[in-house]
């Protein structure tokens, strides 16, 4: 059977589509309600509904009396959708990136925090990885990455040049939630260096992620320039 797809999601689709492209970049104009309506044949109401939710996630700017343009803020996350790094950048107009800093299978021993959380013995085995996340080539995020080995066997390294979530469920592993906690902390100097902060307070984040129901698949420690990315809450 056809999935259905709604008149706000065919609009909001073909504005992402747009700025993912690079067609529109930040402070372009889009087009104005009237043309949309014009475009698609949907309700002038539909059409401002779904600009106001590109509003609110902060991926448009409106100004009164002027338009809609492609928002300059750089990456802003909607708390109640799962995205990763990669689709963020892509769907802002801007090229994601990855500069592999570490790369290692450790014993989960060494690292205490993330063996708690992955539900591991000190024995097993676990990836760690830490990524520089650019986007158009400026440093956004520093992640930390822990994944057991058991579940996702060898890894290409070429693989973590993109995104790494998708090159997970190209092994077949679907996940099944996930859940986030959003911390304010200081970055320490070598963390501002890298990613070239201009304030040293850092928007850090922890993610686990699970499949087959409630197994922990992978936890992620993202540290991101507070000036670079904002986390959106909202009930539309």
Known sequence: MEKHVSKRQIIEDYILNEIGSGRLRAGDQIPAEHELVERFGFGRQTIHNCLRDLAIRGIIERTPGRGSFVSGKPVNRNISNKKSFTEDMRSIGMRPGSRLLEFKLADAREFPFAMKQLELNENEKMYYIVRLRTGDDMPIALQYSYTPYKYIGEI?????????????????????????????????????????????????????????????????????????????????
């Open 156 to 236: 290409d390294l070429s693989a973590l040049e993109g995104s790494f979530d998708r090159y997970i469920e190209s092994k077949g592993i679907k996940t099944t939630g996930f859940i986030t906690k959003l911390k304010a902390i200081e970055g320490n100097e070598k963390q501002l260096d890298l990613l070239q902060a201009k304030s040293k307070a850092l928007l850090k984040s922890v993610s686990i992620r699970y499949f087959n129901g409630d197994v922990p698949l992978q936890c992620t420690e993202s540290l991101y320039r507070s000036d670079l990315f904002e986390y959106t809450f909202s009930s539309f």
